[in-house]
Structures are given as structure tokens and as C-alpha cells.
């Protein structure tokens, strides 16, 4: 049986605030196989972001497990989760994170040279991907002088550049207008369609739509699971989440 690129066992994370408690994960177990495409889905507040921390070892489950590429994951020290994250996982933040003391290509490059790639082709390479997603001609621009779109554009040009196992992202079309959101998301379709494995947390339907698998979440637990990859589903999916109030 093929190992799964991902998989998390029974998750459970509580945070405390003085002497009250909010259980954002409540026993939750998924698995990514290679070349999925995961879709997380739910109201704010459901655990969706909380779990893709978990997934990329952002943050530790207070019990449970994750795998990633064969390796336990949630017990490693922070340097040894930064290592694996190096390695094997591409993130797109919701809040963006670009270092803004750089210029766009700078920040594109950071996970390459982290990994030891000359400058040269790791200049090459952020230079294609931020080609491919429109905002090439913005390279040597800082961070602050691009629209939220574009940001949003350069930091999955940095998600991916290094050409992870898994990208993990939250809401990657949340601040984009309908047209930068095609770009977005037509992009995705090509890594998928190359074999890159997926989980995104979306609040978009459309998105949604276009994974291969569909988790809902609510009040931290997984309450559906659907395969889209039935040509009859597909189409309709849009329609059938009544869970996000």
C-alpha cells in the first residue's frame, strides 16, 4: 500500500485564555495522498486554519499525529518542523507575510536560497513563476508599491518556486478581485495537473469546486467529506455546501 504524502490522526488543539478554554480541533483525522487536491471549507472559526497549521508544523496538536513524507512531523522542535517545511511544503499565508525590506523577486527567491540554490538560477526561476502569474514586470518593485492582488500573486509565486511536495493555502484567492482569482486559480489547476499535491482553505465555492476532494469542517470537527472527481458532481458542487452560516 502507498504511503500517504500527508496524514494527520486525531487531532486535538484547545487554546486557553485564562480560565476559559476554545477547542479549535476536536479529534480530526485526514489524509493527502500524492497529487490530491483538498479542499477545506467552513464558517470563520471552524478550525479550518488551525488545522492547516498542524499540517505544515506551524503550530502542535495537543494530541494526535502527523506525517508528512513518511517523517512524524508534531514532535519534532521547531527547528526540525522549519527543516521539514524546507523541504517538502510550499505555504501561502493569509496574511501574506512578504518581507517587506525586499523586493518582489527577493521574497519569490528566499525558499530556494534557503535550500542552497545558486543565485543565478534561483533568480531564474521566481522570474518564470511571477511571469506565469502576471506580475513579472513588478520584480524589482517592493512589496508595499503592488496592489493586494499582486501581493497575493507574489506570495504563491513563493509558495511554490521551490517546487514543494504539498502546498498548503490559506484563502489564497480571499483578497483577490474575479480576474486575479482566475490567474490564481488557473495557476493551481496547472500544478495539479503536473502532480503538485494541494490542500487550501477557501471560502470560495469556485474553488472549492475545483479540488479533487472536499472537507467540510465545523465547530472543529470534519462534519463531510465529498470526492469531486466524479464528472457528474463537479459541476453542481457549488450548491451544495448549506454549512457555512
Known amino acids: 500500500m502507498t504511503q500517504p504524502l500527508l496524514r494527520a490522526s486525531a487531532l486535538v488543539r484547545t487554546y486557553r485564555g485564562g480560565a476559559r478554554e476554545h477547542a479549535a480541533l476536536r ?14 471549507t467552513g464558517p470563520s ?23 508528512l513524507a513518511g517523517t512524524r512531523l508534531d514532535d519534532r522542535d521547531e527547528s526540525g518542523r522549519a527543516l521539514l517545511r524546507r523541504r ?3 505555504f501561502v499565508f493569509q496574511f501574506l507575510n512578504l518581507v517587506p525590506t525586499m523586493t518582489v523577486i527577493g521574497n519569490v527567491e528566499l525558499p530556494l536560497v534557503l535550500q542552497g540554490v545558486a543565485r543565478r538560477e534561483a533568480r531564474a526561476r521566481s522570474l518564470e513563476v511571477l511571469e ?3 506580475v513579472g514586470d513588478a520584480a524589482d518593485a517592493a ?13 504563491l509565486a513563493r509558495a511554490v518556486v521551490h517546487r514543494p511536495d504539498v502546498l498548503l493555502a ?15 486559480l ?13 490542500v487550501l482553505v477557501t471560502h470560495d465555492h469556485r474553488v472549492a469546486a475545483a479540488a479533487d476532494r472536499v472537507v467540510t469542517m465545523l465547530d472543529g470537527e470534519i462534519v463531510d467529506e465529498r470526492d469531486l472527481t466524479g ?6 458542487y457549488a450548491n451544495l455546501i448549506n454549512l457555512e452560516g
Do not use: M, N, Y
Not at 27 to 40: M, R, Y
Not at 170 to 180: H, N, R, Y
Open 27 to 40: 479529534d480530526v483525522s485526514l489524509t493527502v495522498a500524492a497529487g490530491d487536491w483538498v479542499a477545506i
Open 45 to 67: 472559526g471552524c478550525g479550518k486554519s488551525t488545522l492547516l497549521h498542524l499540517l505544515g508544523g506551524l503550530d502542535r496538536p495537543d494530541s494526535g499525529e502527523v506525517w
Open 88 to 90: 517538502h511544503v510550499g
Open 132 to 134: 506565469e502569474l502576471g
Open 143 to 155: 512589496p508595499a508599491e503592488l496592489s493586494g492582488g499582486q501581493q497575493q500573486r507574489v506570495a
Open 170 to 184: 490559506d484563502e489564497p484567492t480571499g483578497a483577490l478581485d474575479s480576474a486575479s482569482a482566475d490567474v490564481v
Open 186 to 198: 488557473d495557476l493551481l489547476r496547472r500544478r495539479h495537473d503536473s502532480g503538485q499535491s494541494i
Open 231 to 236: 464528472a457528474k458532481d463537479r459541476p453542481t
